[in-house]
């Protein structure tokens, strides 16, 4: 029987600049698959992973984003999202592709303490 | 305590390798227990065979099948990873192929869990 962790997943990396977005979200699913209770947050360029409308083929990536509209079916317990980098970047809420958990850079400061581990992409 | 090292970048191209490197002898050396060295993203390349640095440099690929070797660790290469950059076959001494269900194992086991590299 394995001990379920709290495991927190901050995603900084515009999608499709490298592959460690992809290889995050699957490191991600595989610990959450397997009864670990994982969230994930966006924050910095990360926010442009869940932004609507990506056409990644054009440029011969795969999308990652499909996975993101699913991610209550993964087991992801709480998809977060810090407020100010979408300010930052005049990106609104309605121009994300799933509903996320708004947070502030304080409340960022409580979600990290309650988790075991953290993983950066 | 139990730990488990994540690495992400390849050899030579940060000190990421060379530090976790250190940091596994140091807390094996301080009577801490290593569960698993994991090898992801670009850390692949820590796992290929041939590498022939000058002699003058030092050789991050053989410092880790000494670590592993010295204390029968599991030096484990995430095998999609190592296949998506045609690194899986040889590997160096040391090193295996597996799945990230070993990582998810290794994490429910583990008091630490440290990332090395960007």
């Known amino acids: 029987m394995l001990v379920s962790k709290r495991c927190l997943f901050i995603n900084r990396h515009a999608p499709y600049g490298s592959s460690h977005p992809q290889e995050t979200l699957d490191m991600a699913y595989a610990l959450a698959a397997f009864e670990h209770r994982v969230s994930l947050l966006f924050m910095d360029d990360g926010v442009y992973q869940i932004l609507h409308n990506q056409a990644p083929a054009m440029i011969g990536m795969k999308e990652i984003s499909h ?46 303490e309650q988790q075991d581990f953290i993983f950066s992409d | 305590m139990k730990y488990t090292l994540i690495v992400k970048d390849a050899p030579y191209q940060s000190q990421a390798a060379d530090t976790a490197c250190r940091f596994a002898h140091a807390l094996i050396a301080e009577g801490h227990e290593l569960a698993q060295v994991f090898f992801y993203f670009e850390g692949v390349f820590n796992a290929v065979a041939n590498a022939e640095p000058p002699q003058d440099d030092r050789h991050v690929i053989n410092n880790w099948t000494k670590l592993a070797l010295e204390n029968e660790l599991e030096l484990v290469v995430c095998s999609t990873a190592a296949q998506r950059r045609g690194v899986a076959k040889p590997l160096a001494t040391g090193f295996r192929l597996d799945t990230l269900g070993r990582l998810v194992e290794a994490v429910s086991l583990s008091d630490r869990v440290i990332t090395f590299g960007s």
Not at chain 1, 80 to 96: D, M
């Open chain 1, 67 to 112: 996975a993101f509209r699913a991610w209550e079916d993964y087991g992801i317990e709480h998809l977060y999202v810090e407020k100010a980098s979408l300010e930052i970047r005049g990106i609104g809420v309605e121009e994300l592709l799933v509903n996320v958990c708004l947070v502030s850079s304080t409340e960022l400061h409580e979600i990290m």
